[in-house]
């Protein structure tokens, strides 16, 4: 199924030089073939600086710009965003701060304990009512 935006996509990825240095790409020949890369620092241990909601440490993470940039380019608000491999949770938190609905699981059990509390903090009047303050 062709999605109404991969022209904007190849676009971007073939005239890249005008893009951020984090979205630029470069040609990688394989079998003769010029194929567009992605050039950019995406995967690294730095990536939880970028905000405070993202401080929990994972396996595999990578930073948020990542799955935002995507996101923003491919979806509109309240578009539905499905992340197969949850890990930490940031691909859905950057929807749902887009304005994105989430769908999101991960075969590892701590994805849940790790991502759900970041996506529905509770209510002010809830963490009142739990600290004895109501």
Avoid at 13 to 31: C, E, F, G, H, K
Avoid at 46 to 60: D, G, L, M, N, V
Wanted: charged share 25%; glycine share 6%; with cysteine.
């Amino acid at each position: 199924m062709n999605h109404p935006r991969n022209n904007q996509i190849n676009h971007l990825i073939l005239n890249s030089r005008r893009a951020p240095r984090i979205y630029q790409s470069n040609n990688l020949v394989v079998n003769g073939r010029d194929i567009p890369r992605l050039v950019g620092e995406f995967w690294t241990p730095k990536q939880r600086q970028a905000s405070s909601i993202h401080e929990i440490s994972y396996r595999a993470c990578f930073k948020p710009q990542l799955p935002r940039y995507f996101i923003k380019l491919l979806t509109r608000p309240g578009e539905l965003v499905y992340d197969p491999f949850a890990g930490r949770g940031t691909t859905a938190i950057e929807a749902g701060l887009l304005g994105r609905r989430v769908i999101n699981n991960d075969i590892n059990p701590l994805s849940e304990i790790l991502s759900r509390p970041r996506l529905t903090p509770p209510a002010l009047e809830e963490v009142k009512r739990r600290l004895g303050h109501c």
